[in-house]
């Protein structure tokens, strides 16, 4: 079965990044450009990982991971950020809502892509899917 | 107030900052130009704003149209895939300069000017109507790569108190 990964990001060309870095793979890859869309897409999905940016319009990275876990059916979908914000009450406020992973631009592709692929086995085995 | 950062210290960020972005992200490296202030033939230029409790500025990237293509096709794949409109090219941009920016602000943290950074806004023209930005006060480097030229420049200003 394939794993399925939702990017959520304003930038076209991070998802068109992340979408050819993840093409090799066994991966469904969808998008969303806010954190509204981004919601939505969650609640149909229901994605083994999402890729989150920070800084974005409509509903910011931080506001759609408070939504997030307040659903109960979405809460435990493991998150990435992937954002050029380094402020550290960025990083520690979404430490605090569960953020698996802080990745600051630039990045590795290597290193994300092993980051993405730990963290979706880890999530298979806490829910035996 | 004087600067936090001298200008030599916002240099040595941006001559560290841009050669890593395009060597982790574009698979590319650059070298420093000799020629200063040649105009970017049709330039794209994005400016992404910096704010702390102490001060504010911005780092802004003027690259030539035929520069952004070419970072596109080298981020994206051989055709640059899916960039398919002017506002793409210019996402690209904007994107480049936000991974720059990303690439300082961390710096500028790691010397305790911890600041945000706002979305990029991108232009065709400079502020004051000219094609490529006006002389920064702090810091501008001029770059190659390749068979397309760019400049980035960092503004860092303290608070008036």
Same mark, same amino acid.
């Given at each position: 079965?394939?794993?399925?990964?939702?990017?959520?990001?304003?930038?076209?060309?991070?998802?068109?990044?992340?979408?050819?870095?993840?093409?090799?793979?066994?991966?469904?890859?969808?998008?969303?450009?806010?954190?509204?869309?981004?919601?939505?897409?969650?609640?149909?999905?229901?994605?083994?990982?999402?890729?989150?940016?920070?800084?974005?319009?409509?509903?910011?990275?931080?506001?759609?991971?408070?939504?997030?876990?307040?659903?109960?059916?979405?809460?435990?979908?493991?998150?990435?950020?992937?954002?050029?914000?380094?402020?550290p009450k960025v990083i520690s406020t979404?430490?605090?809502?569960?953020?698996?992973?802080?990745?600051?631009?630039?990045?590795?592709?290597?290193?994300?892509i092993a980051k993405v692929s730990k963290?979706?086995?880890?999530?298979?085995?806490?829910?035996?899917? | 107030?004087?600067?936090?950062?001298?200008?030599?210290?916002?240099?040595?960020?941006?001559? !560290?900052?841009?050669?890593?972005?395009?060597?982790?992200?574009?698979?590319?490296?650059?070298?420093?130009?000799?020629?200063?202030?040649?105009?970017?033939?049709?330039?794209?230029?994005?400016?992404?704003?910096?704010?702390?409790?102490?001060?504010?500025?911005?780092?802004?990237?003027?690259?030539?149209?035929?520069?952004?293509?070419?970072?596109?096709?080298?981020?994206?794949?051989?055709?640059?895939?899916?960039?398919?409109?002017?506002?793409?090219?210019?996402?690209?941009?904007?994107?480049?300069?936000?991974?720059?920016?990303? !690439?300082?602000?961390?710096?500028? !943290?790691?010397?305790?000017?911890?600041?945000?950074?706002?979305?990029?806004?991108?232009? !065709?023209?400079?502020?004051?109507?000219?094609?490529?930005?006006?002389?920064?006060?702090?810091?501008?480097?001029?770059?190659?790569?390749?068979?397309?030229?760019?400049?980035?420049?960092?503004?860092?200003?303290?608070?008036?108190?």
């Amino acid at each position: 079965m394939k794993q399925k990964i939702l990017s959520i990001d304003d930038s076209k060309t991070i998802r068109l990044l992340l979408a050819r870095m993840f093409r090799p793979f066994q991966i469904e890859l969808r998008e969303a450009g806010n954190g509204e869309e981004g919601l939505a897409q969650a609640k149909e999905l229901r994605p083994d990982l999402i890729i989150l940016d920070y800084n974005m319009p409509v509903m910011d990275g931080v506001t759609m991971l408070q939504h997030l876990r307040s659903e109960p059916e979405l809460r435990s979908i493991p998150v990435i950020m992937l954002t050029a914000e380094s402020n550290p009450k960025v990083i520690s406020t979404v430490a605090r809502l569960g953020v698996r992973d802080y990745v600051v631009k630039p990045f590795q592709e290597q290193a994300l892509i092993a980051k993405v692929s730990k963290i979706i086995a880890l999530h298979s085995q806490e829910t035996g899917s | 107030m004087t600067n936090p950062l001298s200008q030599q210290e916002l240099i040595e960020i941006a001559n !560290r900052s841009v050669p890593e972005v395009w060597r982790t992200q574009i698979k590319k490296e650059v070298q420093p130009s000799p020629i200063l202030n040649l105009p970017i033939p049709s330039p794209r230029i994005a400016t992404v704003a910096w704010t702390s409790s102490s001060g504010s500025g911005e780092m802004v990237l003027t690259i030539s149209s035929a520069g952004a293509h070419s970072v596109a096709q080298n981020l994206l794949g051989t055709s640059g895939n899916g960039v398919t409109e002017e506002t793409d090219l210019d996402d690209v941009v904007g994107e480049l300069c936000n991974m720059v920016a990303g !690439r300082v602000s961390t710096e500028l !943290r790691d010397r305790g000017l911890t600041g945000t950074l706002h979305p990029p806004v991108l232009s !065709r023209t400079s502020p004051t109507g000219s094609a490529n930005p006006p002389t920064p006060t702090l810091c501008r480097t001029h770059w190659t790569c390749g068979d397309y030229s760019f400049t980035f420049s960092i503004d860092i200003h303290p608070n008036a108190s």
